[in-house]
Structures are given as C-alpha cells and as structure tokens.
C-alpha cells in the first residue's frame, strides 16, 4: 500500500471533525438517504455520491488530506462564493461547505458547515 494514502484509509483514525448541516434536507439525504423535500430529490448515484463526499469530510484530519483524492476536485470558492469550499459529487453537481479556523490561523476541519448541493453549470 503506498504510505502517502495510509492515515486516510486506516479505519482506526480518529477525528475530532464536527458536522453541521445549515439545510434540513442535507441531513436527511446522509441519514435517511432521501429528503422530506420535494425541491431537492436526487438521482440515487448522486445521493451516494453526496454520502460519500461527508464520509470523506468526517475522516479527514487536515484540509491538505482532501488535495489527495483528486476525483474530489477540492477546491475553495471564488468570487460571489468567497469563504466557500466544495468537493465535486459527481461531474454535474457539487458540495459547498465552510471551513472554520483555529485560533492559531491554521486551517483545520474541526467545524464543516455543510451549505448546500449545487449544479456546478447552472
């Protein structure tokens, strides 16, 4: 196994990262795998691609752990969704989520703010 990737697969890593979903329907989509809400169904790949875009979140330790799943497309937001990060679910949507930083200044996924799942080209 190529060590760069062993702390992110190891089962036994422990996380202090605390989930916060600021939309209802984001919560019920990981719990439940479906949503109360008419407006946001999804196709079910997306759903399981949803799931595991906040699996991903819960096990990572630090921001740099998410640059090494390339199929995530980490990337922090500019322009009009400044201070937003995302992980790409599929090749058509994504999720948008808020970092939080310590009182040190280093960026560290202690609190992620899940905000919503978007249409990447709408």
Do not use: W
Not at 80 to 99: C, D, P, T, V, W
Request: aromatic fraction near 12%; charge should be positive; glycine fraction near 4%.
């Amino acid at each position: 196994m190529n060590t760069k990737y062993q702390y992110y697969l190891c089962p036994e890593q422990i996380s202090n990262m605390k989930i916060e979903y600021e939309k209802e329907y984001l919560r019920e989509l990981y719990y439940d795998g479906k949503t109360t809400d008419k407006k946001h169904r999804y196709q079910p790949q997306v759903v399981n691609g949803y799931a595991k875009c906040v699996r991903t979140l819960i096990k990572a330790v630090r921001m740099e752990d998410l640059y090494l799943i390339k199929a995530l497309n980490y990337e922090r937001l500019k322009g009009n969704k400044k201070g937003l990060s995302s992980l790409r679910i599929n090749e058509q949507y994504r999720l948008e989520f808020r970092e939080t930083v310590n009182p040190n200044n280093i960026i560290e996924i202690e609190l992620c703010s899940l905000t919503d799942i978007t249409n990447h080209y709408k």
